[in-house]
C-alpha cells in the first residue's frame, strides 16, 4: 500500500532491489510500465531489513517467497485469515492498495504526472483510472501544533501538512 507496487512487481522483487539505508526500492517494472524509484518510509525500511536478516536472503534471492503466478493466492488467503476478526476486509481486493495509493499521493500533492511516474504507467490515461476511485472527505481535518522543530519533523513524517504559525505554535492538519 506504501509503494504502489503491482502486485506482480512485489513477488519480483530481489533483495537487491531495496536499499533498505537510503529507503528506495528500485522495482523491476511490469506491464511495460516506466523505471521508477519508490521511496518508502523508515518504518518500512526497518521491517524490511529485519525480514531479509531474519530469512538469510541473498542479493540475488527473491525478497519474498512465491511465485507472481500465486499472489492473488496468497494475498486471499491471508485476508480471509484477518477477515475472521474482522469481516469488512473480505471487501478489500488486492488491487485496492495500489488504487489506494494513486489516489491518496495525488491527493497530497495535486501532481497527476508525479502519480503517474510513481505508478509507472506510460499513459495519464491510466492513471487518471487510479486517482478516481478514492473519495476522500475534503472537510474533515485532524490538526496538531508544534512548538519545536522535532515536533513539527514527526507531524510532517506522520503525513500532516504545514498551515501556518500563530502565537509562537505551528499549526499542521491532515485528513482524517
Partial sequence: METGLRPVELMSLKTKDVDTQQRIIYPTTAKYG??????????LAERISDYIHRTHRQPEQQLFK???ANYGKL???MRNRLA?????LKNIRLYDFRHYFASNLYDKTKDILLVKQQMGHKR????????????????????????SVEQAAKLIEAGFQYVTEMDGLKLFRKRK
Fill in 34 to 43: 516506466a523505471s521508477r524509484q519508490l521511496r518508502i518510509s523508515e518504518n
Fill in 66 to 68: 512465491g511465485s507472481s
Fill in 75 to 77: 494475498y486471499r488467503t
Fill in 84 to 88: 475472521k476478526r474482522d469481516p469488512s
Fill in 124 to 147: 495519464l490515461d491510466t492513471t487518471l483510472i487510479y486517482t478516481q476511485l478514492l473519495n476522500l472527505n475534503e472537510d474533515e481535518w485532524t490538526c496538531r501544533t508544534a512548538n
